[in-house]
C-alpha cells in the first residue's frame, strides 16, 4: 500500500528537521513580537509599563523561590507562557478605554500574511509546494491569536485596571 503513494521531498530527515527548526524559531520571534507589538499604543499613550524577560511563574513567587532568572521555574514558564511579557503598571486616568483595547488586539497584524494569502495577494505556499514558507506562515498567525488576557482588555478594557 505504501509503494502506491507517490514520493515527497518530506522523506528526508534533514528536510523535516529544518521544518522543526523554522516552527520553534518562528514560535519563538512571533511570540516575542505579539508581546512587543503592545507596547505601540501603550507607549503612545504615555502609559506605564514594564518588560519581562523570561519572567518567573507563578509558582515560584508562591514558594518563594528566588535563585535568578534561569531557574526551572523560570524557563518552565517561558516555554507555557512566552520568553517576554509586557505589564502595565500606571494608566492615566484620562486614557480611553479604546486605546487599551487596541494594544491589546494589535498583535492580529501578525495574521496580516494569511490574509494576503487568502486575497491572492501573495502566493499560497500550500499550493506551490513550499513548506518552509507554510509552517512559518502558519507559527506567524498563531502568534498573531490574542491570549486570554488579551481578549479580557479586548472586551473589558481597563475596568479591570481601575478595580485593583
Known amino acids: 500500500m505504501l509503494s502506491a503513494l507517490p514520493s515527497l521531498p518530506l522523506d528526508s530527515v534533514l528536510h523535516w528537521f529544518t521544518l522543526g527548526l523554522a516552527l520553534l524559531g518562528t514560535l519563538a520571534v512571533g511570540i516575542c513580537v505579539h508581546e512587543l507589538l503592545h507596547l505601540v499604543p501603550l507607549h503612545l499613550a504615555d502609559i506605564d509599563y514594564a518588560i519581562r ?5 507563578e509558582s515560584a513567587s508562591e514558594t518563594g523561590s528566588t535563585t535568578g532568572p534561569a531557574t526551572w521555574t523560570s524557563l518552565q514558564s517561558a516555554l507555557t507562557s512566552g520568553l517576554v511579557r509586557v505589564e502595565v503598571t500606571r494608566v492615566p486616568s484620562e486614557t480611553p478605554d479604546w486605546l487599551l483595547r487596541v494594544a491589546a488586539a494589535l498583535p492580529l497584524v501578525l495574521a496580516l500574511p494569511l490574509v494576503l494569502v487568502g486575497a491572492g495577494v501573495v502566493p499560497d505556499p500550500l499550493t506551490t509546494g513550499d513548506h518552509l514558507a507554510a ?3 502558519i507559527a506567524v498567525t498563531g502568534c498573531g491569536l490574542p491570549s486570554p488576557a488579551d481578549w479580557s482588555v479586548v472586551w473589558h478594557g481597563s475596568k479591570r485596571l481601575r478595580d485593583e
Open 53 to 57: 524577560l523570561l519572567p518567573e511563574g
Open 135 to 137: 509552517v512559518v506562515l
